[in-house]
């Protein structure tokens, strides 16, 4: 049984860093590509970053390149998203997902529960 587990959200202030890390289990040796998506409060879910399965290829949406960044850590089977300079607009629950390496959730198979990031000062 796959199960992927966020963590790290939380409330930080505008310009903060925060890092949110996706355990995962049942992923035969992390053989799936990885991403992180977002929903903000009455929007759509939006594509954050994707890492390919080897951690080689990674991918940021441009709402975020330059801030956030992702990667992975294949032996604890752990998938971090460091996010920089946050304000307002990257306020949102964040989702862990694995599938394919894409930008678009219906290429994603499984998903995590989510965790919430609230920017506000």
């Known amino acids: 049984q796959v199960r992927l587990v966020e963590s790290g959200g939380g409330l930080v202030q505008p310009g903060d860093s925060r890092r949110l890390t996706c355990a995962a289990s049942g992923l035969p040796n992390f053989t799936y590509p990885m991403a992180w998506f977002r929903q903000g409060p009455g929007k759509e879910r939006e594509f954050v970053c994707a890492i390919g399965s080897s951690g080689r290829l990674r991918y940021c949406a441009d709402s975020v390149k330059g801030r956030f960044s992702i990667s992975l850590d294949r032996t604890k089977n752990i998938v971090t998203l460091q996010m920089d300079s946050l304000n307002p607009e990257d306020t949102a629950q964040y989702l862990c997902?694995?599938?394919?390496?894409?930008?678009?959730?219906?290429?994603?198979?499984?998903w995590g529960q989510g965790t919430q990031i609230t920017v506000s000062s």
């Open positions: 997902a694995a599938g394919l390496f894409s930008n678009s959730s219906r290429g994603y198979n499984y």
